[in-house]
């Protein structure tokens, strides 16, 4: 006992000490911190400013050099915190700068040279150059720290004129002994080249010395003049190419620096190599001398001693296009030793660029498996989440389920951003492994029912979703785990979004009825939101399957007292609606033996003409978004609300569609969700369209010729440098084009009056009927004029070019008060040649199912043709297509996948409305020639009128 209390009074007189250790230096550092006064806290600028004037006391500026750095400071302090100093106040402390040079003190003369810089562009010009003086008497010294400071102040503050006067001293600087001075002079000729054309004139003269300079020792001095000298020579192909030759042959740079910038310069030229098709194969090793010598030099670089130089060699061959394995292979085994790196920085890099070769090739990955299943529990989690990522993509079928009991582990540890990440790669695998969907699709579903964010459980959704719609045979099992997951769902977005997928796809799996009680248990326990998707969701499967109607009108009359007004109205139409469908057509079950019964049985479809399957799954037309666009088209043109004519769907103008968006690689699809669920889900709203043709109906004489179908994109008719720049919108009516010519005017003294645009063609289906003039143009102005086309409708439709020359008058203006000085005098100017072709008159309108819309219009009026295209690459050719029939790509078929292009035949379906209503389909195969020779293009189109396909395949040209 004796000894533990002995004891315990040794660990309290132990813990006492410390403590009072621990407060004996608090009370130090409480009382350094009283005793420190910051000397920008509570600054006031008419306070410093006085404070600023013992810039003119000579004894103060000799004695005092650290008063006056304080002083300088806080007057920085204060420009960058917002407190600017007006004009006059600017050149008054610039001139009490000036007197500071008389001081020989260092620390003061570099924050002189700091608050030149700073101050310089918001002084007068005329005062700033009075400083000149002191910095080039700065220049030319003996002092090093000096000669750089000034040469670095100089570029700054010198223009094209005064540049040339101290040129000699600049390029003297650049070769300088010292690599301080050398390095600054070099940096200082960068800003002077990016400056303006009069100083990049200069610049260029000083090649010569730049290229001394890559010869100095200093590292720095190499780096810099590598980077002035691609500036001089980036536009020149040819220098650029010798450039690199020669550096990379002579072996004279000794900065690590200097040769990452080399490696990037080459690599660059191989790309443009590439891009420009002069390499004749896929091989950098059998193409073009440069081509040989670049990748050579790229791969001695991998064998360098400094990292730095060989992870950007690395990284530079990683990127090549089409490059073959055999060329590949050096730099993914540099990237596998740098996967082992000690240095997280190196292990991150070497892992990111390893996991973008993963994605083109897959196989030359494989071999770092070993290292990168390593890295999966790396303390670096962005590390270890490349490395799951990465062994998904090269992972084979037999390793899926290993790699699975891995990330389950590592899942529950890693922040959402990263496990979104995880879940898009999951997807792609099962893309690539159909046959392991069940325990990729189960592994997703667990992670469901655990914790997470709306963005982490939305990516899971969308990704099972993307699935159902890529690999069917996922479709029943996929749609239980979704209803397991809104059993316990806290976000009412994405049930809403199940419950309408349920709706869609349940009716026609094999027994849909197990789908009914999830569903109803919404109706019941969520939110009204929730209860009306419940509601239409069970509409739908009594709409598809007759053999539950009569359970599913029971549930839903619950639902017909709801104090929610859209549950009550949903239920209360289905009701109506599948009472009267169950007496027009009763449903009957199938009998046990169809031979013995006298009726054969009814199968579980609805029937034609059931008015459930059509009230409840016929959709409309056109999406809501367009509906909206057409009825606001429809309100602006000339006399639509008091016409007599009946609106209906096919009397609404037609809209177009916006562009589609080239799909990403690691985008996943957003269950055909409607624009303002976009909006919602992602927080972006959509930009309202305006409808081009508003400038036709303001103008009466326009407005009486009816209503425009389509308006094209504007098309430039002149250069965005010439001194009037013309753009040009067409408005196709049926029988008639409007051109409306934009007209800019970018002359100072000059006002525009009375512009036309005299347009002349021969053409059989086009007569020019008329013009309106725009009144004036004032200089920065932009007016329109009006050019009317006749259209001959029973000529057929052929593309037309037509000359455009603008007419106008001049009057000279006053730039400064914008009186006339003159009285107007006609002038001409030739403007581009402008083209009306057949796909004008086309409208881009996509349709919500383009096979079922193709099986309805038929063959009857199909056009076939096949072609032979001049285009390099697959991509291109599908972009043409698209461009020669103006139409709307549909299934996302607009773009070819990354990585795909001329492997395969590529099918591209498009759709849209010719002027007069008529819907036009085409199904285009644009498969690339193995001897690439060109791109052979076979092509169906078909409508209602077989005058329209033949045209609508004419315009492939």
Not at 180 to 196: D, G, I, Y
Not at 469 to 493: G, Q
Request: hydrophobic share 40%; proline share 5%; glycine share 4%.
């Amino acid at each position: 006992m004796e000894s533990q209390q002995e004891e315990g009074l040794t660990i309290n007189t132990l813990m006492k000490e410390v403590q009072g250790t621990l407060d004996k230096f608090k009370l130090e550092d409480d009382n350094g911190m009283a005793d420190y006064y910051s000397p920008y806290a509570n600054l006031e600028k008419a306070q410093v400013l006085h404070e600023a004037r013992c810039f003119h006391d000579p004894t103060a500026v000799r004695e005092s050099p650290r008063k006056c750095c304080t002083v300088i400071a806080q007057l920085l302090h204060l420009t960058n915190t917002g407190q600017y100093l007006n004009s006059a106040e600017a050149t008054e402390v610039f001139f009490g700068v000036t007197k500071l040079f008389m001081s020989d003190d260092a620390s003061l003369r570099r924050m002189v040279y700091l608050f030149i810089k700073d101050v310089a562009e918001t002084c007068n010009p005329d005062d700033v150059i009075i400083v000149t003086s002191s910095l080039t008497k700065d220049m030319t010294c003996d002092v090093d720290l000096y000669r750089a400071n000034a040469l670095r102040v100089l570029a700054r503050i010198v223009d094209a004129a005064m540049l040339g006067a101290i040129e000699r001293y600049v390029k003297q600087a650049v070769v300088d002994s010292s690599g301080q001075v050398s390095s600054a002079a070099l940096v200082s000729a960068t800003h002077l080249f990016e400056k303006n054309a009069e100083s990049a004139a200069i610049v260029k003269r000083w090649i010569g010395e730049t290229t001394e300079a890559t010869q100095s020792p200093n590292e720095m001095v190499q780096f810099h003049a590598m980077q002035l000298l691609y500036q001089i020579k980036k536009h020149d192909r040819l220098g650029m190419q010798k450039l690199v030759t020669q550096f990379s042959q002579r072996n004279t740079l000794k900065s690590p620096l200097a040769l990452v910038l080399l490696v990037r310069y080459t690599a660059k030229l191989l790309h443009d190599e590439v891009s420009e098709g002069r390499l004749p194969g896929t091989s950098f090793q059998n193409g073009s001398n440069f081509s040989r010598a670049g990748y050579a030099f790229l791969e001695a670089s991998l064998r360098h001693k400094s990292e730095m130089v060989v992870y950007e060699a690395a990284k530079a061959i990683c990127a090549l296009p089409n490059i073959e394995p055999q060329e590949l292979a050096p730099a993914v085994n540099v990237m596998q030793l740098f996967l082992s790196s000690p240095k997280p920085a190196v292990r991150f890099a070497a892992m990111k660029t390893v996991s973008q070769v993963a994605v083109n090739h897959p196989r030359m990955v494989s071999k770092c498996n070993e290292d990168l299943e390593a890295l999966i529990a790396d303390a670096n989690r962005s590390i270890a989440t490349l490395a799951i990522t990465t062994l998904l993509k090269t992972g084979s079928e037999n390793s899926v389920d290993r790699l699975l009991k891995q990330i389950s582990v590592f899942l529950s540890e890693i922040p959402d951003e990263y496990k979104i990440t995880i879940v898009k790669s999951l997807q792609r695998l099962c893309l690539t492994y159909p046959a392991k969907h069940r325990v990729l699709v189960g592994f997703l579903s667990n992670f469901l029912r655990e914790e997470g964010g709306f963005e982490f459980k939305r990516s899971i959704v969308n990704s099972i979703v993307s699935l159902i719609k890529a690999v069917p045979e996922t479709t029943e099992s996929s749609l239980l785990h979704l209803c397991e997951f809104i059993e316990d769902c806290e976000f009412t977005m994405l049930s809403t979004q199940i419950l309408h997928l349920l709706g869609e796809l349940g009716p026609a799996t094999a027994a849909p009825a197990r789908y009914i009680r999830f569903i109803y248990n919404r109706v019941i326990l969520e939110n009204s939101a929730v209860r009306a998707a419940a509601v239409a969701a069970l509409s739908k499967f009594a709409a598809r399957c007759p053999s539950l109607r009569t359970s599913i009108v029971t549930l839903l009359k619950r639902s017909l007292d709801d104090e929610d007004d859209e549950t009550r109205d949903r239920a209360s139409v289905a009701v109506s609606v599948l009472k009267g469908a169950m007496e027009e057509f009763p449903y009957v079950p199938p009998v046990e033996d169809p031979e013995e019964a006298d009726a054969e049985p009814v199968a579980d479809v609805p029937q034609v003409g059931d008015p459930a399957a059509y009230v409840l799954l016929q959709g409309l037309p056109m999406s809501f978004e367009r509906l909206d666009r057409s009825i606001r088209a429809y309100v602006q043109a000339p006399a639509a609300m008091v016409s007599a004519e009946q609106l209906t769907l096919s009397t609404l103008p037609v809209v177009e569609e916006h562009a589609e968006p080239e799909p990403v690689a690691d985008e996943v699809d957003d269950m055909g969700a409607d624009s303002a669920l976009k909006a919602a889900v992602t927080g972006k709203e959509e930009k309202e369209v305006v409808d081009p043709a508003a400038a036709v109906y303001a103008i009466p004489e326009l407005a009486s010729l009816g209503r425009v179908f389509r308006s094209s994109p504007a098309t430039e008719l002149s250069e965005e440098e010439t001194e009037y720049v013309v753009r040009c919108v067409k408005h196709v009516m049926p029988d008639h084009i409007i051109l409306q010519f934009k007209i800019q005017n970018t002359v100072e003294d000059q006002r525009l009056v009375n512009c036309t645009v005299a347009v002349e063609g021969e053409s059989e289906c086009f007569e020019v009927a008329g013009e309106i003039a725009a009144e004036s143009i004032k200089y920065g102005e932009t007016q329109d004029a009006f050019t009317v086309i006749n259209r001959n409708a029973d000529a057929p439709l052929a593309p037309c070019n037509f000359e455009c020359i603008l007419r106008f008058g001049v009057v000279q203006v006053d730039p400064k008060s914008g009186e006339d000085e003159s009285e107007p005098f006609d002038e001409e100017y030739p403007l581009e040649e402008l083209e009306i072709a057949t796909s004008d008159f086309m409208a881009k309108v996509a349709v919500p199912d383009f096979r079922q819309a193709w099986e309805n219009v038929g063959n009857t009026n199909e056009v076939l043709e096949k072609f032979a295209l001049q285009f390099k690459k697959q991509e291109d050719a599908v972009a043409a297509v698209i461009d020669f029939l103006g139409m709307q790509p549909c299934d996302g078929t607009g773009h070819i996948k990354p990585g795909e292009g001329g492997k395969k035949p590529h099918m591209l379906h498009l759709s849209g409305v010719f002027v007069g209503g008529t819907s036009v389909l085409a199904r285009a195969q644009v498969a690339a020639q193995g001897d690439a020779s060109g791109v052979l293009l076979k092509i169906a189109v078909r409508s209602d009128d077989a005058t329209v396909s033949r045209m609508v395949a004419d315009c492939i040209r």
